[in-house]
């Protein structure tokens, strides 16, 4: 049986059955079950699907630290991540360097920091200009680090990005924008959203394809 820190369970109300799902920043099997269910069937539910847990497990890439020599990409341009000690300057981008100013310590938190605001920025402005080509009004944008979606849109307009997409190249993220943006107009995956997802970025089954192949190694990082 799994142990009950090898595994993490969410009781929901009108949740009618369980399902399994794997968190792959926590590297944790996620299970949502009925309000009213016994934990026990939940233990057993996870045990009856242990070979598929593990194989997912497995395929998650494994977490590599932030140190100088490393390699970052940020919209498909490779950086060397560069410590400067003594510097006083946070973090700057200079000749093909990262440059990371401060104690080793903080390089980690320094480096995440940097991409989320370059992410918020990007993803602000292609959001802002695919959504006047829409004629649609944003309400707000927000930045998450969830588990398994790269992005979402509500009911009220809002979108949701995950800022790892920031390590992807930039037709990535000019791609899941795009769909996105077009689900501003269109709340579903039908032929008429795919149709605006075309026009505003042709390419979209090849990065589409690229984001569900690739999309894992974005995780390798923090
Ligand atoms: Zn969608």
Known sequence: MFKSEEIEIIRKKGVKRIT???DKIKRTPILTIPYLCRKKTAYEFA????VWIENQLIK???????????????????YKIKHQK?????????????????????????VKDFLKKRAREELLKLSY??????????NKIVLKDTKSRWGS?????????????????YEIMDYLVSHEVAHL?????????WGLVAI???NYKKSRLWLQNHGDKLFSYF
Do not use: Y
């Open 129 to 138: 200009e695919k959504a006047d080509l829409t004629n649609k009004k944003i």
């Open 47 to 50: 045990e009856k699907n242990r």
């Open 200 to 202: 505003l970025h042709p």
């Open 60 to 78: 998650i890439p494994q977490k590599k630290s932030i140190k100088a020599g490393i390699n970052i990409s940020i919209l498909g341009e490779k």
């Open 153 to 169: 849109c509500s009911s009220k307009n809002n979108l949701n990005f995950n800022w790892r997409i920031i390590m992807a190249p």
């Open 86 to 110: 003594e510097a006083r300057r946070g973090v700057w981008i200079e000749d093909g360097f990262i440059n990371v100013s401060g104690e080793k310590d903080f390089m980690e938190r320094r």
């Open 185 to 193: 107009t269109h709340h579903d995956h039908s032929k008429d959203f």
């Open 20 to 22: 399994l799902r794997i």
